[in-house]
């Protein structure tokens, strides 16, 4: 076998990889002021996170994730206060760091009906999304969905 070779630009490829991610969430953070915002991958035990601002961790258990849900509509998952939420309610996330109340995931869908993960948003206090932030939170989906299959495309050529 013969090893993939490694471009001459590789630290510039892989930089340019890390900020395109990472410019959405910060965006996302700073556009609806939350603490935490996610691109975030669900695989099959866990979901890893793309991009990341305000969360030190890289991963997290697919059973207790909140984006483990959001994969499975193709519309926004506003949960205004998960202490009331049924579903979260008891979450380890919850009840403990990052202390979630406030969870917002728009989900990537790559083709129809294929869901792969989401965009999401996350505070630590209750609040609301009205019609334009969702229109926001779609748009800034739908440019990481547009990266992520753009690179998709890119690399299978």
């Not at 202490?83 to 979260?88: A, E, H, I, N």
């Amino acid at each position: 076998m013969m090893n993939a070779p490694i471009p001459d630009n590789e630290a510039d490829r892989i930089q340019a990889l890390r900020e395109l991610f990472d410019r959405i969430v910060e965006f996302a953070a700073d556009e609806f002021g939350v603490p935490i915002a996610l691109i975030s991958l669900v695989d099959d035990h866990r979901q890893w996170f793309k991009a990341r601002y305000g969360l030190a961790v890289c991963e997290m258990d697919r059973k207790s994730s909140f984006c483990g849900h959001a994969i499975h509509v193709p519309e926004v998952m506003v949960v205004e206060d998960a202490t009331q939420d049924p579903r979260f309610a008891d979450n380890p996330m919850v009840l403990g760091d990052p202390k979630i109340r406030f969870y917002a995931g728009a989900p990537l869908e790559v083709r129809p009906g294929v869901r792969i993960g989401t965009l999401c948003l996350i505070d630590r206090r209750r609040r609301t999304l009205d019609e334009t932030d969702l229109a926001i939170l779609m748009s800034l989906r739908d440019l990481a969905v547009s990266e992520l299959v753009g690179q998709t495309v890119e690399e299978g050529q």
